[in-house]
């Protein structure tokens, strides 16, 4: 039946009588402004879109022209949008969700364990963790692919496209679950090497050393004000590379402390551990598939409290279990495969 004849008189007149609109350019330049909306950056949204800077210019400036109105207005922290970009951010938004959940849907049977699920979770937790866990899971559900993406926001679902998040924050909104896991413990941390070349940093010597810096951790008083006494050495906002900066000695980095594992590690005692909650949150229609809740309750309980590095109670050092065999082999340590089959 064709849609448009006189029968269907929803879709004759519509604004798609506009060949602007109909065009697959003028798609594309919506899928761009909104990569730039979300991340308030050119050049993170030409990241995101595997596309250039200049072309996210040039698609964005173009779909001002089409619609009439100016969107963004630059300023020195980047890219801030104007009244009618943020409304067409807000209904953009809405019908990406609305397009993916329709797709996921489309492509999976609710009844059969069998389909791909998209998870976003931080480099460093999904390195150490979810990663050497799949095997297992793997196992039990071999039709089950998983779909594991670096955040693009740590408190807000639906921007990352994803099935479900792990994150620092309840999701409270409609049309989302979430479960309270356990708890990361983060403490200040320094290699080996850096105690060679610069010695032991304490409490009493802050002023003498370097730190690693991360967005992540400006909400955190204590952090910032041990930094604010010494010297800030590197700035990384990505967890698993400032991991790798944190070995290769180049300051002073809180991290969790399940990295504790690493040989090369050594805490400090300068007063300082933050506990910070994990939660994870999906959409709430999504969890009605099979292969979702599967995957729902197994980084349930891979990342909850039944972990002893994410339990509610922080401890230095705990015995090597099945959770952390994974890591523990990448850091080629013994006993491994022993605690593996006595579990």
């Known amino acids: ?73 630059s300023t020195a922290r980047g890219v801030k949008l104007t009244q009618k970009g943020e409304a067409l951010a807000q209904a953009l938004r809405g019908l990406d969700h609305t397009l993916y959940s329709i797709t996921r849907d489309l492509k999976a049977e609710t009844t059969e364990a069998e389909g791909t699920v998209s998870v976003s979770i931080t480099d460093g937790l999904n390195a150490l963790f979810a990663a050497p866990a799949l095997e297992q899971f793997s196992a039990h559900y071999p039709k089950i692919q998983l779909h594991l993406k670096n955040s693009v926001n740590l408190m807000h679902l639906r921007e990352n496209q994803t099935d479900m998040m792990i994150g620092i924050s309840p999701a409270v909104s409609s049309g989302i679950r979430f479960r309270k896991l356990g708890h990361i413990h983060f403490i200040p941390v320094v290699a080996k090497d850096y105690i060679q070349k610069h010695g032991l940093p ?97 980084l349930s309980d891979v990342f909850g409290s039944n972990n002893p590095w994410f339990a509610d109670q922080f401890r230095l050092s705990n015995p090597p279990s099945v959770y952390d065999a994974g890591f523990r082999k990448m850091f080629n340590l013994e006993g491994i495969a022993e605690t593996g089959r006595s579990r």
């Open 1 to 73: 039946m064709d849609p448009f004849d006189e029968e269907q008189q929803a879709f004759n007149g519509s604004p798609l009588d506009d060949e602007n609109l109909l065009s697959g350019q003028f798609w594309g330049e919506l899928r761009v402004f909104l990569a730039v909306a979300k991340t308030r950056s050119f050049n993170r949204a030409a990241e995101i879109t595997n596309t250039s800077q200049p072309r996210v210019s040039r698609q964005v400036k173009r779909l001002q022209d089409v619609v009439g109105s100016q969107l963004f207005i």
């Open 202 to 298: 304490t409490r009493n010597n802050l002023e003498q050393h370097s730190f690693l810096q991360s967005e992540y951790y400006a909400q955190w008083d204590g952090w910032q004000q041990a930094v604010a006494r010494g010297r800030i050495a590197h700035y990384c906002d990505n967890s698993f590379a400032y991991g790798m900066l944190v070995k290769a000695g180049q300051g002073i980095g809180m991290l969790g402390s399940y990295t504790l594992v690493e040989p090369c590690v050594v805490p400090l005692e300068i007063d300082l551990r933050i506990s910070v909650p994990l939660y994870l949150s999906a959409l709430t229609d999504r969890l009605s598939a099979r292969p979702v809740r599967l995957v729902f309750d197994w």
